[in-house]
């Protein structure tokens, strides 16, 4: 099918931007993770499955950008985010799915939240986690206050580059002195590596928002755009890491790498890398959750004619509240990365690999029909 990318331009986010904000969104601390997962599947399932399981959630999202091409194309407006597509493919599709398109946008925007529940947990340790995280918590506030996705770039980019590093040091100790260790070629657990390799491939989450704030669009889809581009390495980084981690540790190796690296000097500077990384790119992933709710308040404010400066307050203090709530929670309850790695991979599945290809049958339903 067709892309023509008929949708009104009103982005300001680059190219170059777009992709900085899709590699950081996609390679957090997740695949920290993709060694633990290769334990479960053993090497070949590990090897196969990975880069299928991204090709299924990359098919997904181009779903998706079709969907958003043919509504923009059709209703002459704007991009349109991943609950609104959710909202216009059934009113604009088959007449007896019109009335549950409110309750599509519902579930679409409690599993985009319910995703984003990630980012509670900080990756922060130790008996002195609150007051890490009271340390940290007046600049988190203070970058969440960005609203514009383009003004994120530069701190993604240097979250990137901390990445780049912490993966240099990483592959470094994983090439290193391999030991032979006990490993699988088939291993037993495959649904436990199908989920934790589901919510590494997270970045669905944002790709939206990312595609409607780019000045090109063109760029985002096209055979070598930001996209395409940006999964292909996200694919073989996690490909990458699993299996040279597993073969390093073997069934031994910890949830994170990074807990099964030496306690040296070198080794801990990637724990501290990784760290700023991730609370540097909090807004970015913070995006999503205001994008999914605060309209919803501005529409509230805005019928009680609540005028501009108040509404502009309003948006800040809802920002502070959305961090105030994730820091609470991540502080507080104990053993929370359990529940959020339940939470995180049912609805990252749902988002990435069910919700699309239901809402691509819905949107051009007519097109198959005219086929038979």
């Not at 340390?135 to 990137?160: Q, R």
């Not at 100790?173 to 657990?189: A, M």
């Not at 990252?348 to 819905?362: G, R």
């Amino acid at each position: 099918m067709k892309n023509n990318r008929h949708c009104k331009m009103s982005g300001q986010t680059t190219a170059i931007q777009a992709f900085m904000h899709l590699l950081k969104s996609y390679i957090g601390s997740g695949i920290l993770a993709m060694p633990k997962a290769f334990s479960y599947s053993g090497i070949i399932i590990g090897c196969i499955g990975t880069p299928l399981i991204g090709l299924l959630c990359h098919t997904c999202i181009h779903m998706l950008l079709q969907i958003n091409d043919h509504l923009c194309q059709k209703l002459d407006t704007n991009p349109m985010d991943f609950e609104q597509l959710a909202e216009k493919a059934l009113i604009e599709g088959p007449k007896r799915l019109r009335k549950y398109s409110n309750v599509s946008r519902l579930i679409v925007t409690v599993f985009l939240f319910s995703a984003q529940m990630e980012n509670m947990d900080l990756q922060w340790g130790g008996a002195s986690i609150q007051l890490y995280l009271l340390a940290i918590l007046p600049f988190l506030i203070l970058i969440s206050f960005i609203k514009n996705i383009k003004h994120l770039s530069i701190g993604s980019m240097f979250g990137n580059v901390l990445q780049l590093v912490s993966f240099a040091i990483i592959i470094y100790n994983l090439v290193s002195d391999v030991d032979e260790k006990e490993t699988k070629l088939l291993g037993n657990k495959v649904p436990q590596f199908f989920s934790t390799t589901m919510f590494t491939y997270e970045g669905i989450t944002v790709t939206m928002g990312l595609y409607r704030s780019m000045k090109n669009r063109h760029n985002f889809a096209k055979p070598f755009g930001v996209i395409n581009t940006a999964i292909v390495i996200v694919m073989t980084s996690y490909t990458v890491v699993g299996l040279l981690g597993y073969l390093k540790y073997g069934d031994q190796v910890e949830a994170s790498i990074t807990l099964s690296l030496p306690k040296e000097a070198l080794y801990i500077s990637v724990q501290l890398m990784y760290s700023i990384a991730i609370t540097i790119s909090y807004p970015v992933q913070l995006y999503v959750a205001i994008q999914l709710i605060w309209p919803l308040i501005d529409n509230k404010l805005r019928q009680f004619k609540i005028n501009s400066f108040m509404i502009g307050s309003s948006n800040y203090m809802f920002r502070t509240l959305l961090v105030l709530i994730t820091y609470a929670l991540a502080a507080l309850i104990p053993k929370l990365e359990l529940i959020l790695a339940l939470i995180g991979a049912i609805s990252c599945s749902t988002v990435a690999i069910m919700i699309p290809p239901i809402l691509h049958t819905i949107t051009f339903y007519d097109l198959t029909q005219a086929w038979k």
